[in-house]
C-alpha cells in the first residue's frame, strides 16, 4: 500500500520507518523549515529504526513538496503536534483526493475536525474522509537527524474514529491494514479525550519543574519523575475525565487500564505503575519547560476538557488548578489563549445527547 507520512518528527519518522519497514510504500513530508530530518533521510536513501522496531526503512519520497509526498497515497497519516495539524491540511488540500482517507495520528483532542476545518468541510460533509486515533502508537525519539529509537510499540488500547462517521467502518478496515492491534472507538470523543498524555505529562513537569529547570532534563522523566505524588495527580485529573466520560457516555477508559492494554505498562494503578512500566524505560525528561508537556497537553489538551465540562455543566476543579498554575510559572494564560476549545471547533452550541448523537461511530 502507498502510504504519506506528513510530518518528520519523533513520531513520523518512527512511523515512516515502521510501515516501510513492513514492507509498504511510504513517502515523507515536512515543511521546508523542518529540514533536518528530511535532509539526512534523503543523504541515507531512508531512515535508520533501532529499539522495538528495527531495521533500515527504504523510503520513496523525503522531501518538502506535499504534492509529491501524497500523490496517489491509501491513506495519509498526519503525525505531529496539534498545532501543525491545520498547516499540514493547508499543504495537502489542494492536491487531497477524496477516495484519500486521513489520519491524524494523534488526534490531540479534535484533529479529525480540526483537519476538516482547515478544507473548509463540516462535520457532515462526505466530500472527504479523515479519520483520527486517540495516541501515537509508539514511545519514540529521534536521536540524530534520520535516526529514530522507538521504546514501545503499542499492543492495544489503540483506538481509531473517524468522519463522516457513515465512513468510519471502511476507513477503520484501511487503517487496520497498517496497524493491526487497532480497535474502533465508541465515539469520536473518545479518540479526542482518551489520551493519557493529557493527565500524565503536566501532572509530572509540574511536579518535577524546578529539576527540569535545573537538570536542563538530565533524568528520566518517567522512572525518575513518576512519584506517588504525581500519581496522585494523574489519578485526580483522570477521576474528572470519567466524570465527564459518565456524562456523555464516551467509552473512556481509565488511563491505567490502558496503557496495560498498549503494554506501557505490568499494572493498573496510578501510584508506581507508570516509574516501573518497561515500556518507558529510559525516556529523558525535556531539557525545558517551554515544551508541549505543557504547552500542547495543557494549552490544548486540558483547556479543551476543561471548557467541555463547563459546556454540559461538569466541574473540574483540578484540572482547572492545573491550568492556571501551568500558566503562572510559563508566564501565559493558557485559558485565555484558547488554543483548542469546543467552541474553536464549532461544538459549543450542542447540549450533551446532541454531542452524544453527533459523534458516534
Same mark, same amino acid.
Given at each position: ?109 479534535? /484533529? *479529525? ?5 482547515? !478544507?473548509?468541510?463540516? %462535520?457532515? =460533509? #462526505? ?27 503499542l499492543k492495544g488500547g489503540l483506538y481509531f474514529a473517524a468522519l463522516p462517521s457513515e465512513a468510519s467502518e471502511e476507513a477503520f478496515a484501511l487503517f487496520r491494514c497498517l496497524y493491526p492491534e487497532a480497535a474502533r472507538a465508541k465515539s469520536l470523543l ?34 525518575? /519523575? *513518576? ?5 496522585? !495527580?494523574?489519578?485526580? %485529573?483522570? =477521576? #474528572? ?94 485559558r485565555k489563549e484558547a488554543m483548542l476549545t469546543p467552541g474553536t471547533l464549532g461544538l459549543d452550541s450542542y447540549d450533551s445527547d446532541e454531542l452524544k448523537a453527533l459523534l458516534r461511530q
Amino acid at each position: 500500500m502507498k502510504i504519506a507520512v506528513m510530518g518528520s518528527g519523533n513520531g513520523g519518522c518512527a512511523a515512516a520507518a515502521d510501515q516501510a519497514i513492513r514492507g509498504h510504500e511510504v513517502s515523507l513530508f515536512d515543511f521546508a523549515g523542518f529540514p533536518a530530518n528530511i535532509g539526512a533521510i534523503n543523504d541515507r536513501q531512508g531512515i535508520e529504526c533501532t529499539g522495538k522496531v528495527a531495521g533500515f526503512a527504504q523510503l520513496s519520497y523525503a522531501g518538502h513538496d506535499a504534492e509529491k509526498a501524497i500523490k496517489d497515497a491509501k491513506i495519509i497519516m498526519v503525525v505531529g503536534p496539534a498545532f501543525s495539524i491545520s498547516a499540514f491540511a493547508a499543504a495537502a488540500a489542494p492536491y487531497l483526493k477524496k477516495e484519500q482517507v486521513v489520519c491524524i495520528c494523534p488526534s490531540s483532542c479534535g /484533529g *479529525a475536525i480540526v483537519f476538516r476545518k482547515s !478544507l473548509g468541510v463540516e %462535520l457532515s =460533509d #462526505e466530500r472527504y474522509v479523515v479519520g483520527e486515533t486517540s495516541t501515537l502508537p509508539y514511545a519514540c525519539r529521534c536521536r540524530a537527524p534520520g535516526n529514530v529509537h522507538v521504546y514501545h510499540k503499542l499492543k492495544g488500547g489503540l483506538y481509531f474514529a473517524a468522519l463522516p462517521s457513515e465512513a468510519s467502518e471502511e476507513a477503520f478496515a484501511l487503517f487496520r491494514c497498517l496497524y493491526p492491534e487497532a480497535a474502533r472507538a465508541k465515539s469520536l470523543l473518545m479518540t479526542m479525550l482518551q489520551t493519557g498524555n493529557t493527565i500524565i505529562h503536566p501532572a509530572i513537569t509540574l511536579l518535577s519543574a524546578t529539576r527540569i529547570e535545573s537538570m536542563k532534563g538530565d533524568f528520566n522523566f518517567y522512572d525518575d /519523575g *513518576a512519584t506517588p505524588a504525581a500519581g496522585r !495527580l494523574m489519578e485526580a %485529573l483522570d =477521576d #474528572e475525565k470519567q466524570m465527564l466520560n459518565g456524562i456523555l457516555d464516551i467509552g473512556l477508559i481509565r488511563d491505567p487500564e490502558v496503557k496495560v492494554l498498549q503494554g506501557y505498562n505490568d499494572r493498573e494503578n496510578y501510584i508506581d505503575a507508570y516509574r516501573a512500566s518497561p515500556g518507558f524505560k529510559g525516556i529523558k525528561a525535556p531539557d525545558r519547560l517551554d515544551h508541549r508537556y505543557l504547552n500542547e497537553d495543557v494549552g490544548f489538551g486540558l483547556v479543551f476538557i476543561s471548557e467541555l465540562a463547563r459546556q454540559v455543566g461538569l466541574e473540574t476543579p483540578v484540572t482547572d488548578a492545573v491550568i492556571l498554575l501551568a500558566s503562572r510559572i510559563m508566564g501565559r494564560d493558557y485559558r485565555k489563549e484558547a488554543m483548542l476549545t469546543p467552541g474553536t471547533l464549532g461544538l459549543d452550541s450542542y447540549d450533551s445527547d446532541e454531542l452524544k448523537a453527533l459523534l458516534r461511530q
